[in-house]
Antibody, heavy 125, light 107 residues
Framework: EVQLVESGGGLVQPGRSLRLSCTASGFTFGDYAMSWVRQAPGKGLEWVGFIRSKAYGGTTEYAASVKGRFTISRDDSKSIAYLQMNSLKTEDTAVYYC????????????????WGQGTMVTVSS | EIVLTQSPGTLSLSPGERATLSCRASQSVSSSYLAWYQQKPGQAPRLLIYGASSRATGIPDRFSGSGSGTDFTLTISRLEPEDFAVYYCQQYGSSLTFGQGTRLEIK
C-alpha cells in the first residue's frame, strides 16, 4: 500500500525550531518530488515547499512565507522527507501534510496524488 | 503569484442535484496545470482532477473538470451523500497556489 506517515509535530514556543519527518512506503521514494502543505485551523491549504528527486539534484523551492526559515531535505535510503522549521512564528500553527507528486521524475510543480494524515504543529508561548 | 478565487464560498444542494464549482485565476494557468481536491472533516485532501480535466485514479465519473486559461470548473453530475465536503482548486503551472475553497453542504 502506498502510504505517507508524518511525525514530529507538537507544541513549540515562538522562535524555536522543530523538525517534521515523512516516512514513505509502497513506492520508489527516490523517483518522486515531495512537498509539504499546511492548513491552519479552520483555514484553507497553503503550499510550503518541495524537494525534487535526486535525478534533478534534490533541489528545493519554497513559499515566500517560509523561505529562509524552513528547509526541506530527503534521505532516499530511508524513504524519509524532512521539514526543518526554524524561527517559528505563531502564524506557523497548522496541520502539516506531506505529499507526493503525481508524476515520477518530474522537474516542475505538480498535483499531489498521495497525502499523509498530517501532523499538528502549535506555536505558542 | 497566481491568485485563485473560488466561487461560491458555500453551495447548498440536495443529493441527486448537479453541482458546479468555479475557480478563476488572476492570470492564465499554463498548460492547464489545474487540479481539484476534495477534503472531508478530519481527513487529508484527495486528488480528484489534474490537468484541468483528467480524473485521478479511482475517482467516479460523476466528477468532471473543464476550462482553460483563467476559468475552470468542477462539475459533479449527480450528488451522492459522500460528496458533501470542501473542494479546493490548485494551480501548478507557475509555482503553486491553492484557492480558498468551496464548501458543498446538504440543503
Amino acid at each position: 500500500e502506498v502510504q505517507l506517515v508524518e511525525s514530529g509535530g507538537g507544541l513549540v514556543q515562538p522562535g524555536r525550531s522543530l523538525r517534521l519527518s515523512c516516512t514513505a512506503s509502497g513506492f520508489t521514494f527516490g523517483d518522486y518530488a515531495m512537498s509539504w502543505v499546511r492548513q491552519a485551523p479552520g483555514k484553507g491549504l497553503e503550499w510550503v515547499g518541495f524537494i525534487r528527486s535526486k535525478a534533478y539534484g534534490g533541489t528545493t523551492e519554497y513559499a515566500a512565507s517560509v523561505k529562509g526559515r524552513f528547509t526541506i531535505s530527503r534521505d532516499d535510503s530511508k524513504s524519509i522527507a524532512y521539514l526543518q522549521m526554524n524561527s517559528l512564528k505563531t502564524e506557523d500553527t497548522a496541520v502539516y501534510y506531506c505529499t507526493r507528486d503525481r508524476v515520477l521524475l518530474w522537474f516542475g510543480y505538480d498535483a499531489f496524488d498521495i497525502w499523509g494524515q498530517g501532523t499538528m504543529v502549535t506555536v505558542s508561548s | 503569484e497566481i491568485v485563485l478565487t473560488q466561487s461560491p464560498g458555500t453551495l447548498s444542494l440536495s443529493p441527486g442535484e448537479r453541482a458546479t464549482l468555479s475557480c478563476r485565476a488572476s492570470q492564465s494557468v499554463s498548460s492547464s496545470y489545474l487540479a481539484w481536491y476534495q477534503q472531508k472533516p478530519g481527513q487529508a485532501p484527495r486528488l480528484l482532477i489534474y490537468g484541468a480535466s483528467s480524473r485521478a485514479t479511482g475517482i467516479p465519473d460523476r466528477f468532471s473538470g473543464s476550462g482553460s486559461g483563467t476559468d475552470f470548473t468542477l462539475t459533479i453530475s449527480r450528488l451522492e451523500p459522500e460528496d458533501f465536503a470542501v473542494y479546493y482548486c490548485q494551480q501548478y503551472g507557475s509555482s503553486l497556489t491553492f484557492g480558498q475553497g468551496t464548501r458543498l453542504e446538504i440543503k
